[in-house]
C-alpha cells in the first residue's frame, strides 16, 4: 500500500510538472543580470530579454543584481524556485571563475543551476592609459619592469578572467603589481582613462570611445584572433606569447534554477539559441565587439568541464585566491 501511494505521489508530480510546462508563460518572466547597469553584460541582457519577451508573448523585467563579482544575482537565482520565472543572464565570473578563485561559493553551478546556453562571446584586451611609454608587448613589460613595485592594474572584479590574466603574466615575467578590482566597466573605463590605474584587462564595449579619442590604447588582444572592431591590434601570440592560459574569452550564459521542467528548458533553449543568431542580437553583438554562441546546454557542460583545468592553473601560478 504505502509503496502504491509513493508511485501515485510521484505520478501526480510529475503530472503538475508537464502541466505548468505546458501552460508556461502565465506571467511576467525575470531575468537576473547579476551586473550593474550600463556595462556590456547589461546591454546585451537588455537585448536578450526583449527578444525572449518576443518569443515568450509575456513580459521580461530585467533586474540588476550586481555584488560579490556577480555572485549575489547568481544565487538569487539559484535559489529561486524551479519553475522558470527567475532566469539568469550572467558572464563569466560567477558562472567559470569563482569556484575556483573563491572560498565559500554560495551555489554550485553544475547542482544549483541549469545552464541553458552559452549566448555569446567577449574577448579581453590588455589596454594602457595613454601615458604609458608602450605600443606593444615588448616596450609594455619593459615599461613595467623598470616600474616594478610602484604599479597598480584593473580588472573587472576580483577572480574574474582579467583578473586571473593579468596576474598570471605579471607572475610569469616577474613583475610586482596591485590588483584593483572594479565593481562594474564603467567606473574601471573612467579610472584607466584618467590614469589613476595605468593598465588593465577589459573588453572593448566601454573602452571603445576611449580607444578612438586616444585617451586608451589597446596592445594586444587575448583570443585566438586579431578582433573585427580592432583589426591592427595584435593577438598575444602574434606579440611573441603564446601560453595558452593568454587566451581569455567571456562567456555570457542564459541560465534557470535547477529542477526546472525540462519542456521549459527545451523550449528556453530553442529561443536562446534563435535570439543568440537574430538580426537585433548580431548587430549589438558586433557593435560591442563581442561574437555569437548559441549553443545547447550539452554544449556549456564540455566547455565548463574543459575550461575548468585551465583557470585552476591560472589560479595557482598566479596566486589570484580570494577568501
Given amino acids: 500500500m504505502r509503496f502504491s501511494k509513493i508511485i501515485i505521489a510521484a505520478v501526480a508530480l510529475a503530472c503538475s510538472g508537464l502541466s505548468s510546462a505546458q501552460n508556461y508563460p502565465s506571467k511576467p518572466v525575470t531575468l537576473v543580470v547579476p551586473a550593474a547597469p550600463g556595462g556590456g553584460t547589461d546591454i546585451l541582457g537588455r537585448v536578450f530579454a526583449e527578444q525572449l519577451k518576443k518569443r515568450l508573448d509575456q513580459p521580461v523585467i530585467v533586474d540588476n543584481k550586481a555584488g560579490a563579482s556577480g555572485m549575489i544575482g547568481t544565487q538569487a537565482v539559484a535559489k529561486a524556485a524551479p519553475d522558470g520565472y527567475t532566469l539568469l543572464f550572467s558572464y563569466s565570473s560567477p558562472i567559470y571563475y569563482a569556484q575556483h578563485t573563491f572560498n565559500n561559493v554560495p551555489y554550485d553551478v553544475k547542482r544549483d543551476l541549469a545552464v541553458i546556453s552559452e549566448v555569446a562571446t567577449n574577448t579581453m584586451i590588455l589596454m594602457v592609459n595613454k601615458d604609458v ?101 595584435p593577438t598575444m601570440k602574434e606579440e611573441g606569447f603564446p601560453d595558452p592560459e593568454l587566451v581569455t574569452m567571456s562567456w555570457f550564459v542564459f541560465a534557470a534554477p535547477a529542477g526546472t521542467p525540462k519542456p521549459i528548458l527545451d523550449r528556453l533553449e530553442k529561443y536562446a539559441r534563435e535570439i543568440a543568431h537574430s538580426p537585433a542580437m548580431k548587430a549589438r553583438l558586433e557593435e560591442l565587439g563581442m561574437d555569437a554562441v548559441g549553443g545547447s546546454a550539452a554544449d556549456f557542460r564540455r566547455n565548463f568541464d574543459a575550461t575548468g583545468p585551465l583557470i585552476e592553473k591560472l589560479v595557482k601560478i598566479s596566486g589570484a585566491r580570494n577568501e
Fill in 133 to 233: 611609454p608602450a605600443r606593444n608587448m615588448k616596450e609594455f613589460v619593459a615599461w613595467a619592469r623598470k616600474e616594478k613595485g610602484h604599479l597598480s592594474y584593473g580588472s573587472l572584479g576580483a577572480g574574474s578572467g582579467g583578473h586571473l590574466t593579468a596576474a598570471y603574466l605579471s607572475k610569469i615575467q616577474g613583475l610586482e603589481m596591485v590588483h584593483v578590482p572594479y565593481k562594474s566597466e564603467a567606473p574601471f573605463a573612467q579610472d584607466l582613462a584618467a590614469g589613476v590605474v595605468p593598465w588593465g584587462m577589459g573588453t572593448l564595449a566601454p573602452m571603445l570611445a576611449l580607444i578612438q579619442s586616444g585617451r586608451v590604447r589597446p596592445i594586444a588582444v587575448l583570443s585566438e584572433k586579431r578582433l573585427q572592431g580592432l583589426p591592427n591590434v
